[in-house]
C-alpha cells in the first residue's frame, strides 16, 4: 500500500543545500591552515637536483633562503641568461651575500642567530663556481649551517 | 492577532562566498615544506695549519668540468661510489690503538686506519654541474649513513635513520635527550669527515 502511495505523490521534496556552505567551509579552513603562502617571487629557474639523504627543514622561521638558477625567460632581456642570484626579490651579486645575512640575522633574536640555517636553492643546471663562491661567502660571515634543498627521489638507494 | 513572519535570509550565496575563498587557497597553497641535505661548512680560521693525513687515510673524489667523477685517481661511475665510500670508511686496517673493533671491512692495511681518521677529500671545478655535485654529496652521505644505521641497529636495536625521523616526531623532553646522545654516540663512530677544496678551472 504504501508504495502505491509514494507512487502518487509525484512532486519529489526539494534537496536541502543548506548544508553545502559547511562543507565548503570545512574544505576552505584545512586549506587556510595549510597554506604557507611563498614569500619569494621566483626570479630564477629553480628546478633543484634530486636526492634521497635528505632531512626536513623544520622550522621556517630559522631558515633564509638563497636562489640561484638562470633568469627566467621574462627577465633574460634585461640581465641576460648567466646564473644569477636572487635574495629576497632581487637579484643580486655574490658581494651582496653579506650584508644579506647580515639583514636576516638582525631581523630575529640573538638567541636563534646560532640555529639560522641558509637554504640554498640552486637549479641543477648552475656550475659549481656559483656555488663555491655562495659557499665562501657564507663561511667569511660565519652562517656554517647549510643546507642544500633537493626534491626527493623516492628510488631506494 | 497576525503573525508577523520574519523573512529568512537566503544562505544560497554562502556557499559562492566560501568556494571564492576556497578557490584562493586552493591556488595559493605550496603544502610541500623543504628537504634537503644539510650540510656544516668548516670556519675560516686566521692561522693555517698543516695537518698531515696518512695517504692511505684519504680518499680523493673529484669531478672535473665534463661532470666525472675519480676517485684516487680512477675513473668511476657514480653507482659504485657509494660501495667504494663504505669499502673505504668500514676498512679498519689500523692495529693496537688505531684499531677499529667495530668495523666489518677487510682490514687492508693499505686503506684507512680506522673511520675517525678516515677523510674523503672532495674536489670540483668550477665547471662541474651542481646536480652532479649533489648527487655525488647523496651519495657520500648514504655511506656513512648505512654505517651508521648498521652500528645504530647493533647498539640500539634501532636504525640511525629512525632515531632521527623520531626525534623529529616526538615532544617529549626525556626522549629528545636520550636520542640526542644515542645519535651523538653513533656519529663519534662514523664522524663524517669530507674535506672540500675551493673549486679549480679545471684539471
Not at chain 1, 76 to 100: E, M, P, Y
Not at chain 2, 141 to 167: P, W
Given at each position: ?157 | ?50 695537518i698531515v693525513i696518512k695517504e692511505k687515510n684519504l680518499l680523493e673524489v673529484r669531478l672535473n668540468q665534463n ?137
Amino acid at each position: 500500500m504504501s508504495i502505491l502511495k509514494n507512487k502518487r505523490n509525484k512532486a519529489l521534496p526539494e534537496i536541502s543545500t543548506a548544508s553545502l556552505p559547511d562543507i565548503v567551509f570545512m574544505l576552505l579552513f584545512f586549506f587556510m591552515v595549510a597554506t604557507v603562502i611563498r614569500e619569494n617571487v621566483l626570479m630564477v629557474e629553480n628546478e633543484m637536483p634530486m636526492a634521497n639523504q635528505i632531512e626536513k627543514l623544520d622550522k621556517s622561521d630559522l631558515v633564509m633562503y638563497i636562489y640561484a638558477g638562470k633568469p627566467s625567460s621574462r627577465y633574460r632581456s634585461r640581465v641576460g641568461d648567466q646564473a644569477r642570484i636572487q635574495l629576497n626579490d632581487k637579484f643580486a651579486d655574490v658581494g651582496d651575500i653579506k650584508a644579506f645575512v647580515m639583514a636576516e640575522r638582525a631581523s630575529r633574536t640573538e638567541t636563534m642567530i646560532p640555529f639560522l640555517t641558509t637554504a640554498l636553492r640552486i637549479d641543477k643546471f648552475a656550475n659549481m663556481g656559483l656555488v663555491g663562491d655562495i659557499k665562501n661567502e657564507l663561511r667569511e660571515v660565519n652562517a656554517l649551517k647549510i643546507n642544500y634543498n633537493t626534491r626527493i627521489d623516492n628510488n631506494p638507494d | 492577532m497576525t503573525r508577523r513572519l520574519v523573512p529568512r535570509v537566503n544562505a544560497g550565496s554562502m556557499a559562492d562566498i566560501a568556494f571564492l575563498l576556497l578557490i584562493f587557497f586552493l591556488v595559493s597553497t605550496t603544502i610541500e615544506t623543504d628537504y634537503g641535505i644539510g650540510k656544516q661548512l668548516p670556519p675560516i680560521e686566521d692561522v693555517q695549519t698543516d695537518i698531515v693525513i696518512k695517504e692511505k687515510n684519504l680518499l680523493e673524489v673529484r669531478l672535473n668540468q665534463n661532470n666525472e667523477i675519480s676517485v684516487d685517481g680512477v675513473k668511476m661511475n657514480i653507482s659504485k661510489l657509494k660501495e667504494v665510500v663504505v669499502a673505504f670508511l668500514d676498512n679498519g686496517g689500523g692495529s693496537g690503538n688505531e684499531s677499529c673493533e667495530y668495523c666489518r671491512g677487510k682490514h687492508d692495511a693499505i686503506s684507512s686506519d680506522n673511520p675517525g681518521r678516515a677523510v674523503i677529500s672532495l674536489a670540483n671545478s668550477r665547471e662541474t654541474n651542481y646536480a652532479t655535485y649533489i648527487a655525488v654529496q647523496n651519495e657520500l652521505t648514504a655511506a656513512y649513513t648505512k654505517l651508521r644505521n648498521r652500528e645504530a641497529k647493533r647498539m640500539y636495536g634501532v636504525s640511525y635513520s629512525e632515531m632521527k625521523s623520531n626525534l623529529q616526531k616526538t615532544r617529549n623532553r626525556d626522549q629528545i635527550l636520550e636520542l640526542n646522545e644515542k645519535i651523538k654516540a653513533i656519529r663519534s663512530l662514523y664522524p663524517e669527515r669530507i674535506s672540500e677544496i675551493m673549486p679549480v678551472d679545471s684539471y
